[in-house]
T-cell receptor
């Protein structure tokens, strides 16, 4: 069985500052993928960033980067230079190869002007 | 690429009626489609997984006779909520996966309100 835990139900950040969202997971699989999804008020799920477990290098997409600690089963998301449009619910998700996504409970991010 | 559409985006129906929600992969063939239910400020709950041409696999606790899923083609899956009741009111999201690709693409969701 797979589990994903997001221990921060809510986070807030000042515009232009940096915030880190936490995620830990558990799986017995060795081949898996990790994702961060953003769900704005429109409720459309938007892929923010993905990480293949076999890659040691942390994924980066513009202002979004991850800190992937495989041994600790930790996968945090860092948002730099936060913008008002970053305000959303963020979900961490685990996908073992050939299986289905398991989501965390989500972190509601507020960006203060 | 990899666009998934859902129709309708919102539906209001009377208690006891049935409602069909369509999920289409617009520019790819989806070997597997997933249906999720989401309550306000909560995570996505997987309801069922369907592979084209075969019966859907339902998660524990999901009534297969109430939530009928059909995946008749590689680009279309439907979820029919039969004899809907107010407790079925929720946000329903579909997702599609291309065979061999380890990523799921999400539709924009359907808000169902049962009066």
């Amino acid at each position: 069985a797979q589990t994903v835990t997001q221990s921060q139900p809510e986070m807030s950040v000042q515009e232009a500052e940096t915030v880190t969202l936490s995620c830990t997971y558990d799986t017995s699989e060795s081949d898996y993928y990790l994702f961060w999804y953003k769900q704005p008020p429109s409720r459309q799920m938007i892929l923010v960033i993905r990480q293949e477990a076999y890659k040691q290098q942390n994924a980066t997409e513009n202002r979004f980067s991850v800190n992937f600690q495989k041994a600790a089963k930790s996968f945090s998301l860092k948002i730099s230079d936060s913008q008002l449009g970053d305000a959303a619910m963020y979900f961490c998700a685990l996908l073992p190869r050939g299986s289905r996504l398991t989501f965390g409970e989500g972190t509601q991010l507020t960006v203060n002007p | 690429g990899a666009v998934v559409s859902q129709h309708p985006s919102r539906v209001i129906c009377k208690s006891g009626t049935s409602v069909k929600i369509e999920c289409r992969s617009l520019d790819f063939q989806a070997t597997t489609m997933f249906w999720y239910r989401q309550f306000p400020k909560k995570s996505l709950m997987l309801m069922a997984t369907s592979n084209e041409g075969s019966k859907a696999t339902y998660e524990q606790g999901v009534e297969k006779d109430k939530f009928l899923i059909n995946h008749a083609s590689l680009t279309l899956s439907t979820l029919t909520v039969t004899s809907a009741h107010p407790e079925d009111s929720s946000f329903y999201i579909c997702s599609a996966r291309i065979g061999g690709l380890n990523e799921q693409f999400f539709g924009p969701g359907t808000r169902l309100t049962v009066l």
